[in-house]
Structures are given as C-alpha cells and as structure tokens.
C-alpha cells in the first residue's frame, strides 16, 4: 500500500471520526498529531493526511455545496457517515490537489467505499464524484 493511499485512509478516519463524535476537526487532528509524533516510520502518511485534513476543514463550504449539486435526491445529513468523509477527502483531491489525476482520487475513494461502507456505496461514491471532476475540468 502506497503512502498515500495510507493517508487518505489516515484522513478517512479522523474526517470520520470529527463528524460521528461531532468534534472538532482541529481536535482530532491535534490528537492524531501526538499519536503520529511517536511513530517516525508513519511520518510520510501523516503529513500527506494532514495536508487532506486542513484541505477539507479550509474548503469545506464549497466541498459541501458541490457535494450536495451532484448527490441527486441525496442530503449531506442523509448519506452514510462513511460516504460523506470520503466525498469530502476525495472533492478536495480533485478541486485542490493538481498533482492528484482526479482519476486516481475517485478510485481510491470507490475503493475505500467498497470495503468499508454500504453495497451502493462505491457505485453512489463514483457518480457524484465523477460529475465534480466534470465541473472542475469546465
């Protein structure tokens, strides 16, 4: 598994975790800080994570706008906790990381969305994400 896929999953987690427990974003990421600074070997994915993480929080109103344009019959409240932060994480991917190909952003999200969420999840997770790459290409 490539670092980066390690810190998009390290990303998943905290965007997940911030949303289920309704904290903070800066919080859990300040927490993930002290458990990665005692895990040198875990250095590359925890500073690519963050840098998703600050992404996100930064860009969450316009993530979230395009989101719910492109979620047909779908509110953000309404979808899986699961699917939300990987709709998040990967939107940022695609609008605000050049050196991402929004192709490999939407499979890791797909992917992930598969293993960890619904049996629609992957399909759902590629549509809206496949019509935010349209729109940023526009």
Do not use: C
Not at 48 to 71: F, K, N, Q, S
Not at 75 to 83: F, G, V, Y
Not at 108 to 129: C, Q
Request: hydrophobic share 45%; proline share 2%.
């Amino acid at each position: 598994m490539s670092a980066r896929t390690k810190a998009r999953k390290r990303a998943l987690d905290m965007l997940f975790q911030a949303d289920v427990r309704g904290e903070r974003l800066s919080a859990v990421v300040h927490a993930e800080a002290q458990r990665a600074s005692g895990e040198p070997d875990r250095m590359a994915s925890w500073l690519y994570a963050r840098e998703i993480v600050d992404g996100v929080d930064d860009h969450r109103d316009e993530i979230d706008e395009l989101i719910a344009t492109y979620a047909q019959g779908w509110t953000l409240e309404r979808m899986p906790n699961i699917d939300r932060a990987l709709l998040r994480l990967a939107s940022w991917e695609i609008l605000h990381n050049a050196e991402v190909p929004a192709a490999v952003a939407i499979d890791e999200a797909v992917e992930l969305a598969k293993e960890l969420s619904t049996e629609d999840s992957g399909r759902f997770v590629n549509g809206v994400l496949g019509r935010i790459a349209e729109h940023r290409a526009a």
